[in-house]
């Protein structure tokens, strides 16, 4: 049984930095894609950032390029979320989820229906 358990969220400040950790277990964690995802109450979930297996290739939202890193440990079989310089409009939810299928390019990585395994999520709030 896949089990993605995410820990770090809580409340930022504006400008300030959190790190959000995601710890998998259940399933090949080094031929699994692992990405982030973020929701606002009911509106659907926003593509945050994504990590392929090897952990070589990085893709991101356009929303959080350039502030946001993703790595992974294969040995560990964690995946973190290093976010920085926040603002409000980064307060979210955030899930951890995972795939296995063989991706290539941007589309495929920040494809929702892509992933088929989720965490419970973490609130993260980020106040001015």
């Known amino acids: 049984q896949v089990r993605l358990v995410e820990s770090g969220g809580g409340l930022g400040q504006a400008g300030g930095s959190l790190r959000l950790s995601c710890q998998a277990s259940?399933?090949?964690?080094?031929?699994?894609?692992m990405g982030w995802f973020r929701q606002v109450g009911g509106n659907e979930r926003e593509f945050v950032a994504a990590?392929?297996?090897?952990?070589?290739?990085?893709y991101f939202g356009d929303s959080v390029k350039g502030r946001f890193t993703i790595s992974r440990d294969n040995d560990k079989n964690l995946v973190v979320l290093q976010m920085n310089n926040l603002n409000r409009e980064d307060t979210a939810v955030y899930y951890c989820a995972a795939h296995n299928v063989v991706c290539s390019g941007y589309g495929c990585y920040s494809s929702l229906t892509k992933y088929d395994s989720w965490g419970r999520g973490t609130q993260v709030t980020i106040s001015s």
């Open positions: 259940g399933l090949t964690f080094d031929k699994t894609t």
């Open positions: 990590v392929s297996w090897s952990g070589r290739s990085t």
